[in-house]
């Protein structure tokens, strides 16, 4: 049977007899569709090698240890699926040992990098404008794809320079906007309510060309598209953005615990993971430590 019809049937399967939620199914059909473009074989065929090799290309592909857990979780339910159909005998995921911890460090832009891709979009155009605003949005406060993708207009306070970010949990927090942020900021709400607001106003910061709240994957897919344009070669992700945001902050002097309110973690040891690089200097003010608010 080929890939396709097991993938098919696994699906089925996954909704049908587990009663898995659709984003779930979803979760799972993607983890093996990625294995099965690596393995470029029949799936039934492959070894315990081949997941071996599998785990090594994600490393150097800069994907994090939560990823490839994932994703070896998917592929052993699937191999589980194909034993129940009496496809195969044994699951191949039971012969390997899963990584417990990924040394690696994060993917972060230099600086240059990070100007080469807000200089990226044409900022003359309206679509341009929002794409360029987004970026220096995430690399100036450190938030989240989806924090970013949840700010409304009442969420922006430009006579206090700024942005009320609700994290994890509902957690809110406050990062402050340097000036020509807010100015971009400040012209971008008339674009919004000339250009992108289509009939009803839903609050949404960042809108479509068609009125509709952007998402996670548009997003995605606008860092690749600039960072190919930019010259980019590295695996970024708009989540790099936050880590070039933490790395640039404790190359300048900020330290751990300031890095630590803006990223929006409730322990130290989180922004310990996000944060590699350190310094000696030890500044507490993000408006002296972050290189666009130090202009």
């Given at each position: 049977m080929d890939n396709e019809k097991l993938i098919f049937n696994f699906k089925a399967w996954l909704k049908h007899e587990?009663?898995?939620?659709?984003?779930?199914?979803?979760?799972?059909?993607?983890?093996i569709s990625s294995f099965g473009e690596f393995f470029s074989k029949p799936l039934a065929e492959a070894?315990?090698?081949?997941?071996?090799?599998?785990?090594?290309?994600?490393?150097?592909?800069?994907?994090?240890?939560e990823t490839v857990l994932r994703r070896l979780s998917g592929i052993?339910?699937?191999?589980?699926?194909?034993?129940?159909?009496?496809?195969?005998?044994?699951n191949q995921v039971g012969y390997i040992t899963k990584p417990s911890k990924w040394d690696k460090l994060p993917v972060f832009l230099n600086f240059d990098e990070v100007e080469?891709?807000?200089?990226?979009?044409?900022?003359?155009?309206?679509?341009?404008?929002?794409?360029?605003?987004?970026?220096?949005?995430?690399?100036?406060?450190?938030?989240?794809?989806?924090?970013l993708v949840g700010l409304k207009v009442t969420d922006i306070d430009l006579p206090r320079g700024v942005i009320k970010v609700t994290g994890k949990g509902g957690k809110q927090r406050f990062v402050p906007l340097y000036s020509t942020l807010a100015d971009k900021l400040n012209g971008y709400l008339t674009i919004r309510h000339e250009y992108f607001v289509k009939g009803r106003?839903?609050?949404?910061?960042?809108?479509?060309?068609?009125?509709?709240?952007?998402?996670?994957?548009?997003?995605?897919?606008?860092?690749?598209?600039?960072?190919?344009?930019a010259g980019i070669d590295k695996n970024v992700s708009p989540h790099t953005l936050r880590h070039s945001f933490a790395t640039h902050l404790l190359t300048n002097g900020a330290?751990?615990?300031?890095?630590?309110?803006?990223?929006?973690?409730?322990?130290?040891s989180t922004t310990q993971r996000y944060t590699h690089?350190?310094?000696?200097?030890?500044?507490?003010?993000?408006?002296?430590?972050?290189?666009?608010?130090r202009r």
């Open positions: 587990q009663g898995h939620s659709d984003n779930t199914v979803s979760a799972y059909i993607s983890d070894a315990a090698v081949d997941l071996v090799s599998y785990m090594a290309q994600m490393r150097k592909d800069g994907y994090s240890i052993s339910s699937f191999y589980d699926f194909l034993i129940i159909e009496r496809v195969i005998k044994t080469k891709l807000l200089d990226a979009p044409d900022s003359g155009d309206n679509l341009g404008y929002r794409d360029r605003l987004i970026f220096e949005t995430l690399y100036s406060s450190g938030m989240r794809i989806s924090e106003d839903e609050g949404w910061l960042f809108l479509s060309r068609n009125g509709k709240r952007l998402n996670r994957e548009y997003i995605f897919m606008m860092v690749k598209k600039y960072c190919l344009k330290d751990l615990r300031t890095i630590q309110i803006f990223l929006g973690h409730s322990d130290l690089v350190t310094d000696d200097k030890s500044r507490n003010v993000l408006l002296n430590c972050h290189p666009r608010f």
